[in-house]
């Protein structure tokens, strides 16, 4: 697939959720005296909150076990219990942080803020840690969000969270490596924020999930056997150079995926993977991508006409398994997707290949520049228009596409035909002409000739239709865009277009 990567866009600050699991024994307010152990953890809480154990036992150098740890939240409404609590030399670090050797945790109960419902976690633990206090306040001035959370280790087990409305979520277990997570992140595209002010990127060794489940009070079920992500590098703003982009990840992966509504499923996968390569020797930076076997479940359509237009066809499911290998040089511009797959079972099979040139680090972050200062509210045309300059330098070398049918067109003529009190056959032998008729105006007697032939034996034989531009030399997108508006009948000539069927 493609490897632009997609910028991500938030509408209100807010911290990584994979940051939330190690701060929750965080509070809000703090001595301003060196405090350490059980001293430390219980000035941590709101005033006002009560906290009490079955059994304590505190030792030198801030560290403390204790059992039936009952915290009783300021105002009353929340009460949060743990069975089991053990934390190794938690102590202040004089400069906003708080920090820790370990801090472990088993049998959690509680409930969480705001509309959230009630949760369990089974264990908790954290090594390696420091935190800032105010790391739940609204409106932290911007000395203090260039802090950072730092996480040695974190690991999670048998967590159960429910909303007030009903629905669930569940996870099995959590671990986390290495985490560098910041607090100021720059994603509203309305902010106009300049990448130069941005906090340096999140980053970790490895995130992983497994066991995932959930419901929703409209009796949606589902399930995702596990995700993992290695050597991650995400950058804290929207306006992130595309060279920061192309370091997200070294891989992912997502393992099976179901979804149901009632008894009946809906949608599964079985697995997808991603990996973004090292830079070779030119910087040329590989990425390749695969998604197997998506099933969507056609009988479970929500819209009865499209429901029984999917029966007339004869499809119950959707079967679909997904392949894509790019590559990318960020100095030089070329931009290219070696292969690009989509294989619809007993439908049909979509092949694109292309490469460009002219894509720089400046032309990307142009580019995106410009989306930026539309999602904020600039005119699109103006913003698009002052780009030309910049775009004209990028350009087509080539571009391959091709449809191979698989029983998906002869299901469609067959279906269209029975409307129009005809047959598929007949309806396939005369699209030509229809074809021919409807591109007369162009005045392109040759390209006409060409398309008609192509689709007429690609109807005919249910074979492959392919469309591909090989220009002697890379061609502008910018002029063959004008070249459109201007005079259509330029195109095909430019891109040397050629249409074929089979």
Do not use: C, H
Request: overall charge negative.
């Amino acid at each position: 697939m493609s490897p632009i990567l997609p910028r991500p866009t938030l509408k209100r600050k807010s911290l990584p959720a994979i940051a939330a699991f190690a701060i929750a024994l965080a509070g809000t307010t703090v001595s301003a005296q060196a405090l350490e152990g059980k001293a430390l953890f219980e000035k941590l809480f709101k005033d006002g909150t009560k906290i009490s154990y079955s059994q304590i036992s505190e030792s030198a150098g801030g560290s403390f076990s204790a059992t039936g740890v009952k915290i009783e939240y300021a105002g009353g409404d929340r009460v949060s219990t743990i069975q089991g609590l053990d934390v190794k030399a938690l102590r202040e670090t004089g400069d906003g942080r708080l920090a820790f050797d370990s801090i472990s945790a088993t049998e959690l109960t509680g409930k969480a803020r705001g509309n959230g419902g009630p949760f369990t976690i089974e264990g908790l633990s954290l090594t390696d840690s420091e935190i800032p206090y105010k790391i739940w306040q609204d409106g932290l001035t911007a000395e203090e969000k260039k802090q950072r959370i730092k996480i040695g280790a974190l690991a999670l087990t048998g967590f159960s969270a429910q909303q007030r409305r009903g629905d669930t979520f569940n996870v099995g277990s959590m671990n986390l490596q290495n985490a560098d997570v910041p607090l100021d992140w720059q994603y509203d595209p309305a902010s106009g924020v300049s990448a130069s002010t941005a906090a340096a990127p999140m980053t970790f060794d490895l995130f992983a999930l497994a066991e995932l489940s959930g419901s929703t009070s409209q009796g949606v079920s589902w399930d995702v056997a596990n995700i993992t992500i290695d050597g991650a590098n995400i950058p804290t703003s929207i306006g992130a150079s595309v060279d920061q982009w192309m370091k997200v990840y070294r891989s992912v992966s997502v393992g099976k995926i179901t979804a149901a509504l009632g008894d009946m499923q809906v949608f599964s996968m079985d697995s997808m993977t991603g990996t973004i390569g090292k830079p070779d020797g030119e910087g040329t930076i590989p990425s390749n991508s695969e998604i197997k076997n998506i099933n969507v479940n056609l009988k479970a359509l929500p819209d009865p006409q499209a429901k029984a237009i999917a029966q007339q066809l004869g499809y119950e499911t959707v079967q679909i398994d997904m392949v894509g290998d790019g590559t990318y040089n960020p100095s030089s511009g070329a931009l290219g997707i070696q292969n690009f797959a989509m294989n619809f079972k007993d439908m049909a099979d979509l092949n694109l290949t292309y490469n460009m040139t002219g894509y720089t680090k400046d032309v990307a972050n142009a580019l995106q520049q410009a989306q930026v200062k539309i999602a904020g509210g600039a005119n699109p045309q103006t913003s698009y228009a002052e780009l030309l300059p910049i775009l004209s330098n990028l350009k087509l070398d080539d571009f391959k596409f091709g449809l191979t049918d698989k029983s998906l067109t002869g299901r469609l003529l067959d279906f269209q035909a029975k409307q129009m009190g005809t047959t598929g056959d007949q309806l396939a032998q005369g699209a030509p002409m229809m074809i021919g008729l409807g591109m007369g105006g162009l005045n392109m007697p040759e390209f006409t000739e060409m398309v008609t032939k192509a689709v007429g034996s690609f109807l005919t034989n249910k074979g492959t239709l392919t469309v591909e531009a090989a220009p002697a030399e890379p061609v502008s997108i910018i002029n063959v865009v004008l070249a459109g508006q201007a005079d259509p009948t330029k195109v095909p000539e430019m891109l040397n277009l050629q249409i074929s069927g089979k």
